[in-house]
């Protein structure tokens, strides 16, 4: 069984975390670490609908931790919705369809400090916990994942759950 496994083809992730707000490494020195992981065990673990994407031989991710200004602006160009919100997705890689071109950048997640920042206290958790949790929650969108439908909604909290769990954090569902 090991032999087999280390067999199967797995493309590369290669998150690269971008702090453009500073309030983010003030408050959790290490943040680019803990996207990093949470980024990684998102992408194995969420891969299931798009398998072709392990045959690639790198994926880019782009972790952007901003603030509210940004994702206020980003919220209100691509989604209609004029207000910061806490995470937000833009998948380059994929369509309805699946993989459709073999450039390696799947997407890029946008997390705001201050929404993330105030749902965390909000929730009594940490802000490295609940960061964790957008990140996996971003980068389950870039691979297809999505909270639509109640069936969806069921499957990708299930999922989220499950990797935070691996991850050492309690399941934000389950709380």
């Known amino acids: ?3 087999a496994r280390s ?5 590369q992730l ?3 975390v971008s702090l453009s707000a500073s309030e983010w490494e003030e408050e959790e020195p290490e943040i680019a670490k803990i996207a990093e992981k949470a980024a990684h065990a998102a992408y194995d673990a969420g891969c ?3 398998p072709a994407l392990r045959e690639l031989p790198r994926v880019e991710i782009g972790l ?5 200004h940004c994702l206020e602006n980003l919220n209100r160009d691509y989604r209609g919705k004029p207000r910061p919100t806490n995470v937000l997705s833009f998948p380059y890689l994929l369509a309805e369809d699946g993989v ?3 450039d390696t950048v ?3 997640v946008f997390l705001s400090f201050e929404t993330v920042k105030r749902e965390a206290d909000e929730k009594n958790i940490t802000l490295a916990a609940h960061a964790a949790h957008m990140v996996v929650h971003g980068v389950l969108h870039l691979l297809g994942h999505d909270h639509l439908e109640e069936d969806e909604a069921i499957e990708m909290e299930k999922l989220e759950g499950d990797i935070l769990q691996e991850l050492g954090y309690d399941n934000p569902y389950k709380m």
Do not use: C, I, N, Y
């Open 106 to 108: 799947l997407g890029d």
């Open 100 to 102: 459709q071109s073999t």
């Open 7 to 11: 067999k199967r083809k797995k493309a």
């Open 48 to 50: 299931t609908k798009f």
């Open 64 to 68: 952007v931790f901003s603030d509210d």
């Open 1 to 3: 069984m090991a032999a």
């Open 14 to 16: 290669e998150p690269t």
